[in-house]
């Protein structure tokens, strides 16, 4: 597979094989992610590799609060609390393609909150790999963090392995460092299921759209 080939191929999965992924595999695509770039090769990423029971565990304890209506306390705000427009109207297409593909309708509130839920189970994926950056770093450190990720997201596709970012997981941080012993001062910036795709499974079977290159580049 070439670069091109990966970057086009990728796909948020969200349907998993129920095989475990090779403690090895993992450590080849967190080798090959390290070269990812970052301001004074700062290297400011960090990672959690959870599997098995703890997994679970904060898997159980999210959905938990969130059905006590607890709204989490993420250690950053991710989404606009007012998109404009383009933005509004794209992440509104994205989450309809989403429940179209389920054949989950606009109106039925209990389907979509139970599919939401699957977000805190990493979608059935075996791994959840959890993003941390120092509390003592700016910005730019999460900048690179994003290129880190998206590293891991095609290092990933290298080993028939596929992904899904997920600011979900991101939202109760304190359930996550609970449960993995993790210091206060390690901010989450999201979480990655990984994991073997189910091919068959419909939602993983549309495609998002982008828009073209002429709408988002000024040319000089
Ligand atoms: C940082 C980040 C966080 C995301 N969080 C979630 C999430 O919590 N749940 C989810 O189902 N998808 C999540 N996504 C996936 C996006 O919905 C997806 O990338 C977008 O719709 C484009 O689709 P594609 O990844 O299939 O190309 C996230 C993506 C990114 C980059």
């Given amino acids: 597979m070439n670069i091109i ?41 960090e990672v959690a590799v959870v599997t098995g029971d703890l997994k679970k565990e904060i ?6 609060a969130l059905r006590s209506g607890d709204k ?20 509104f297409t994205c989450g309809m393609a989403l429940y179209d593909a389920l054949g989950i309708a606009r109106s039925d509130k209990e389907a979509r909150g139970q599919q939401w839920e699957q ?21 730019g450190s999460w900048v690179d963090t994003g290129m880190f990720i998206q590293t891991v997201l095609l290092a990933a596709r290298a080993y028939d392995l596929e992904t899904c970012p997920q600011a979900a997981l991101a939202e109760y941080p304190d359930i996550v460092r609970d449960v993995l012993n993790i210091p206060c001062g390690k901010k989450l910036v999201c979480g990655l ?20 290159v002429d709408e988002f580049t000024r040319w000089y």
Avoid at 119 to 134: I, K, Q, R, S, T
Wanted: charged share 30%; aromatic share 14%.
């Fill in 5 to 45: 080939e990966a970057i086009r191929g990728r796909a948020s999965t969200r349907a998993f094989l129920d095989r475990p992924v090779e403690r090895e595999t993992i450590e080849a695509i967190l080798e090959a992610a390290r070269w990812a770039p970052s301001g004074g090769n700062t290297q400011p990423w």
């Fill in 59 to 64: 898997g159980d304890r999210m959905v938990e």
């Fill in 72 to 91: 989490g306390n993420a250690d950053y705000q991710y989404y606009a609390h007012r998109f404009p427009e383009p933005f509004r109207t794209r992440r």
């Fill in 119 to 139: 977000n805190y189970h990493g979608f059935g994926a075996p791994v959840e790999l959890y993003f941390f950056v120092d509390e003592a770093l700016e910005m």
């Fill in 193 to 212: 299921a990984l994991g073997y795709p189910d091919r068959e499974a419909p939602v993983n079977n549309y495609r998002t759209e982008r828009a073209p």
